[in-house]
């Protein structure tokens, strides 16, 4: 079962542009951790550059330190400090809101300085602390759907959010866990994660991941990125979360999944030709009546 439908409102963005119902299709990218600045300037000029043309919104995402990885030996990223200021730098050159994952409660002050969207990453969505510490903030969170988790489940998380006082809340399909070393997307967890009153965000590279499939990092099926951002498209999204880089197999950390920057334009073009088809009350939320 949902939990009774909330009022489903767009979340501000540091007063750039709003995430939600009746608002630009949004698009949450960049590479998956913190890599060279050259990288970042490329991806970054690149990305802005398509949301112009598209008309669309955009958070630049990278994470500073991936506390998550796999091995021991996978790269983590920068760390805190120097990650942080890469990223503020990224933000300031390029007129970018930026969007990073915090694992700790006590990166997150230093990361709300930074941040105009505070990450969560999915297998630390169940995380009280760290929840209310980041809510606290005052600034928008992305919350990750945990893999283990029904849809219904992130009502806990986002009442967790709410109750320290912060209303501003997106939620983010990126697959369940499917046997081992495998994840599965059931479309309807999106309009199930729209009854809770948040706007829906699809990670579309994520989705495709295998969770350690290449023994000592995580595999991935990119060339399923394409399928799975048409079919959440077609079924009602405000945003598209996708890591991507210039050369993926050369990516510091999941290469397998993340789609070719130079691929990105034309399927968000795909993308926004089936969201333009879609009659408006297919973006609202459903009853369950």
């Known amino acids: 079962m949902t939990a009774m439908r909330q009022p489903e409102s767009a979340v501000d963005i540091s007063g750039r542009f709003k995430v939600g119902p009746g608002q630009p299709f949004c698009l ?134 709410r109750a320290a006082g912060n209303g501003g809340l997106l939620l983010t399909e990126r697959g369940s866990s499917f046997g081992y070393n495998n994840l599965m997307v059931d479309f309807r967890s999106l309009p199930l994660l729209r009854e809770l009153g948040c706007p829906v965000v699809f990670d579309a590279t994520h989705s495709v991941q295998l969770p350690g499939g290449a023994k000592a990092s ?31 197999d050369r990516a510091l950390c999941d290469g397998p999944n993340s789609w070719p920057l130079a691929r990105v334009e034309p399927l968000l073009r795909d993308l926004l030709a089936i969201r333009q088809s879609l009659p408006t009350p297919h973006l609202r939320p459903f009853s369950t009546s």
């Open 28 to 161: 949450l990218a960049g590479p998956c951790v913190v890599e060279s600045e050259a990288v970042m300037r490329e991806i970054a000029v690149k990305l802005k550059e398509m949301a112009a043309r598209l008309r669309i919104s955009l958070i630049f995402k990278a994470s500073f330190d991936k506390a998550n990885r796999t091995s021991i030996h996978s790269y983590r990223g920068p760390g805190l400090e120097e990650g942080l200021a890469l990223l503020a730098a990224i933000g300031r050159e390029f007129d970018l809101p930026l969007v990073s994952d915090v694992h700790e409660s006590i990166q997150v002050a230093a990361a709300a300085k930074v941040l105009d969207l505070i990450q969560i990453p999915a297998l630390l969505c169940r995380q009280t602390d760290l929840l209310q510490a980041a809510a606290q903030t005052g600034k928008p969170i992305n919350l990750k759907k945990g893999q283990f988790a029904a849809p219904w489940d992130m009502a806990h998380a986002v009442a967790k959010i």
């Open 218 to 248: 995580s595999g991935g099926q990119r060339h399923f990125v394409p399928t799975l951002a048409r079919a959440a498209v077609a079924v009602g999204i405000d945003a598209l979360f996708m890591e991507v880089h210039p050369d993926p």
